[in-house]
C-alpha cells in the first residue's frame, strides 16, 4: 500500500527554512508520478525525486513547508524519509540509508572509474610534461650541434680567409702598379735603378732564406720601400703581405687585420650571445691574437711544402716561409705604449725567425727602432739604405730623363755632375729634378730643394738671440743644440776639404796611400762630414735631442751609429746658415741668454733690512774670561748711483 502525501493549500505560519522534496512511501516497489517534468518521456526512477522551482511555485512551496513544520504528521512512521540539506538541497535521511548490495556495487564501480579517470588523468598529464621536455631537450641539441657546426666551420673559413692573403696577387702591390698604370705582373720593371742591396732582397721576398729577420734603415728617399715592392712584383706577391704601421694602436690593428685578412672576429655570429663583446680588450691584444691565426696557418703551409717534398723525394725542393713586411716602422710612437708593440712583433719575429715559419721585413727611417730591436735580437740582420754612389746616380738620373722626355737629348755630363753636387743621390731628389723640362729649370729646382731645407732647419731650429723671454728657455734649448751641431759639421767639412786638398799637394809617391783610402771613401757618393754618436752629444752637451733631430729629417744615425746631416741638400743647407753675417755672434748670445736665465733660477737675494736708511750692527769682542776687548761696527755706506736708476 503507497501513501502520498499531498500539498496543502494553506499558508503555513512556520519560520522554518524552505523545503522542497517529495516524499514517497512504498510498501512494495511502485513507479513514483512526478509532479513536474521538463519534457515528455524524462526518465525517472524509483526513489527518485524531482524538484520543483522555487521560483515557479512560490505559494505551494510555502504551503509546503507549513505541512514540513509539525510533527511529522505529513509522513507515514512519524518522520521524514528526505530532507533538505545546509545548501537548501534534497538529501536522503537517516531511515533510507540502508544496505543495498545494488547500491554498493554502484558505488565501487563509481570508485573505480574515478580512480581509472584519475589515472588516466596523470598519466596524461605525465605524458605531457615528458613530451615538452624531450621537446625541449631536442630543440637544445639541434641549437648546440648548430652552434658547434658553424663554430667549426667559421675557425676553418678564418683560417682560409688568411691562408688566402699570402696567395699570389697582394693589395698593396696592385695599388703600387695601378699607381705606375701597369699590371701587376710588370711591376718588376717600374724600378728604374738596380742598387746593390736589391739582389738580397729578392732573395729574402722569394723566401729563399730562412732562419732570420730584417731590418731596413735608412733615410727618407732612399728607396726602401720601391725596393720591397719590386721584389714583390718578381714573385707576384706570392707568400708576401705588406702593412704600413701607424702611431695609433688601433689603426695599426686594423691595417694588420686587412693585410692578413682578419676580422678580429667583429663578423662571429656567436659574438651576439655573449656577454662581453668580442672588442672590449685592447688593441696590441687583437694583434696578438691575429699573430696566433697567422702562425698556425703558416704551420699548415710547412707541413704541406714538407709532405710535398718527401712526395717528390727532390732535394732541391726548398720549404719556403710567408713574408710580411711591416713598413715604416718609424712612425710608432717612441712612448710605452708603441715600445710594447715593437717588443710584441719582435718576440714574434724572433720565435718564427728560429721555426722558419715567417720572415718578417722591418722598414724604419729612424735610429730608435734600430736602438730598441738591437737591445733583444739574436736572428736580426741590418741592411743600411743609403743615397746612391756618384756613378749610379748620374746613370739614375739620365734614366729618368730618357722615361720623362725621350724625345729631348739627353743632359750633359757636366750638368748632371753640378747636379749631383747640389743634391746628390737621393732618388726622391734626382726624382724631383729629372721631371723639369730644361736645365734652367733644373738648376732652379735643385735651388727651391735647398731652400726647402733650411727653411725647415730655421723653423725649427731658429735662434733668437739676447732679447728672448726666459719662457722660450726649453725651446731654444733644443734650437741651440741642434745649431751647436751644425757649426761643428760644417767646421769638419772644412777641415776634410784642407785634407783632401793637402794629399793633393803631396808628391805621388807620399800621397799614393792616402788617395787609395780617400777613392775608397768617395766610391759611396758625398762624403758628408760626421761624427760617432757619443761625440755628436758631447758637442750639443745634450743627449735626449739627437733622436729627435733625426726623426725631424735634419740629421740622420745610421746603423753603424754616426750623426751627419739627414742628406746632400741638407749640409748644403747648415753651411749657408753657418756662413750667415752674425750667426755665431748670435749663437754667443743665444747660449749666453740661457746660461743667464738658469743662473738667475739658481740665485737666491738676501736683503737685511735692518741696514736701510743708516742702520748698522754692533759686535762685542770678548776675550775668554769673558773681558770686553772691542767692539766692531758694520753699517752700509751709500754708493754711486746708476745713471738708468734716475
Not at 641549437?143 to 688568411?162: D, E, F, W
Request: proline share 4%; charged share 30%; aromatic share 8%.
Amino acid at each position: 500500500m503507497s501513501t502520498i502525501t499531498h500539498f496543502s493549500r494553506a499558508f503555513s505560519s512556520s519560520a522554518q527554512p524552505a523545503r522542497q522534496f517529495l516524499q514517497i512511501t512504498a510498501s512494495k516497489p511502485t513507479v513514483a508520478r512526478p509532479l513536474y517534468r521538463p519534457w515528455p518521456g524524462f526518465p525517472i526512477e524509483t526513489r527518485s525525486l524531482l524538484i520543483r522551482p522555487s521560483w515557479k511555485y512560490p505559494i505551494t512551496q510555502r504551503r509546503f513547508q507549513s505541512q514540513l513544520g509539525g510533527s511529522g504528521t505529513g509522513s507515514v512512521g512519524g518522520a521524514s524519509e528526505y530532507q533538505i540539506g545546509p545548501t537548501n538541497e534534497l538529501q536522503p535521511g537517516p531511515s533510507t540509508q540502508h544496505n543495498n548490495p545494488k547500491d554498493k556495487k554502484d558505488d565501487s564501480d563509481k570508485n573505480e572509474k574515478q580512480k581509472k579517470e584519475n589515472k588516466e588523468s596523470w598519466t596524461g598529464t605525465l605524458f605531457k610534461m615528458f613530451e615538452a621536455a624531450a621537446t625541449t631537450a631536442a630543440s637544445i641539441a639541434i641549437l648546440g650541434l648548430a652552434g658547434y657546426a658553424y663554430h667549426k666551420y667559421y675557425k676553418a673559413l678564418v683560417l682560409s680567409k688568411i691562408d688566402g692573403a699570402f696567395k699570389v696577387g697582394d693589395p698593396v702591390l696592385v695599388l703600387a702598379a695601378a699607381g705606375h698604370n701597369v699590371p701587376p705582373a710588370d711591376m718588376e720593371d717600374i724600378n728604374w735603378v738596380l742598387r746593390d742591396e736589391q739582389e738580397h732582397i729578392n732573395h729574402i721576398i722569394a723566401g729563399e732564406t730562412r732562419g732570420q729577420y730584417y731590418l731596413l734603415i735608412g733615410e727618407k728617399g732612399t728607396g726602401k720601400s720601391s725596393m720591397l715592392l719590386d721584389a714583390m712584383g718578381k714573385v707576384e706577391g706570392k707568400r708576401c703581405s705588406m702593412l704600413e704601421a701607424h702611431a695609433d694602436a688601433e689603426i695599426f690593428r686594423s691595417r694588420l687585420g686587412k693585410a692578413i685578412d682578419f676580422e678580429y672576429h667583429e663578423d662571429y655570429i656567436g659574438s651576439l650571445f655573449s656577454i662581453r663583446g668580442p672588442r672590449e680588450t685592447s688593441p696590441i691584444l687583437d694583434v696578438e691574437r691575429a699573430l696566433n691565426k697567422l702562425e698556425k696557418v703558416a704551420l699548415r703551409r710547412m707541413q704541406t711544402q714538407i709532405k710535398e717534398k718527401q712526395e717528390t723525394r727532390d732535394p732541391d725542393h726548398v720549404v719556403k716561409p710567408l713574408i710580411l713586411i711591416i713598413n715604416s716602422m718609424h712612425l710608432l710612437r717612441d712612448d710605452d705604449e708603441g715600445r710594447d708593440m715593437l717588443e710584441l712583433l719582435q718576440q714574434r719575429a724572433e720565435a718564427w725567425a728560429a721555426q722558419g715559419l715567417i720572415t718578417i721585413v722591418f722598414n724604419s727611417d729612424d735610429y730608435w727602432v734600430f736602438e730598441r730591436l738591437k737591445q733583444y735580437s739574436s736572428r736580426m740582420e741590418v741592411i743600411s739604405i743609403g743615397d746612391l754612389p756618384k756613378e749610379k746616380a748620374l746613370a739614375a738620373f739620365k734614366q729618368h730623363r730618357s722615361r720623362y722626355y725621350p724625345n729631348e737629348e739627353r743632359v750633359a755630363d757636366s750638368m748632371a755632375e753640378r747636379i749631383y753636387e747640389l743634391v746628390g743621390g737621393r732618388l726622391s731628389f734626382l726624382n724631383k729634378v729629372a721631371k723639369c723640362k730644361d736645365e734652367t729649370r733644373m738648376l732652379a729646382k735643385c735651388r727651391e730643394i735647398i731652400d726647402m731645407e733650411k727653411t725647415w732647419l730655421q723653423n725649427q731650429c731658429g735662434l733668437l738671440g739676447m732679447e728672448m723671454d726666459d719662457d722660450v728657455m726649453n725651446q731654444q734649448k733644443y734650437a741651440s743644440s741642434a745649431m751647436v751641431l751644425v757649426k761643428a759639421l760644417v767646421e769638419k767639412e772644412k777641415q776634410d776639404k784642407e785634407e783632401r786638398e793637402a794629399i793633393e799637394r803631396q808628391g805621388p809617391e807620399e800621397r799614393k796611400e792616402e788617395e787609395k783610402i780617400w777613392k775608397e771613401k768617395s766610391a759611396n757618393g758625398h762624403q758628408l762630414p760626421e761624427f760617432p754618436l757619443h761625440v755628436a752629444r758631447k758637442i750639443m752637451t745634450r743627449a735626449e735631442f739627437i733622436q729627435q733631430y733625426d726623426h725631424m729629417n735634419i740629421f740622420t744615425i745610421d746603423s753603424k751609429c754616426m750623426v751627419r746631416a739627414d742628406s746632400v741638400p741638407m749640409q748644403n743647407a747648415f753651411r749657408e746658415v753657418a756662413e750667415e753675417p752674425g750667426f755665431n755672434q748670435l749663437l754667443e748670445d743665444t747660449l749666453q741668454r740661457i746660461a743667464d736665465i738658469e743662473s738667475l733660477g739658481r740665485t737666491r737675494e738676501i736683503t737685511i733690512k735692518d741696514l736701510w736708511n743708516g742702520g748698522k750692527y754692533n759686535f762685542a769682542v770678548k776675550d775668554r774670561k769673558g773681558n770686553l776687548e772691542k767692539v766692531v761696527s758694520w753699517e752700509v755706506e751709500e754708493g754711486a748711483k746708476d745713471e738708468d736708476d734716475d
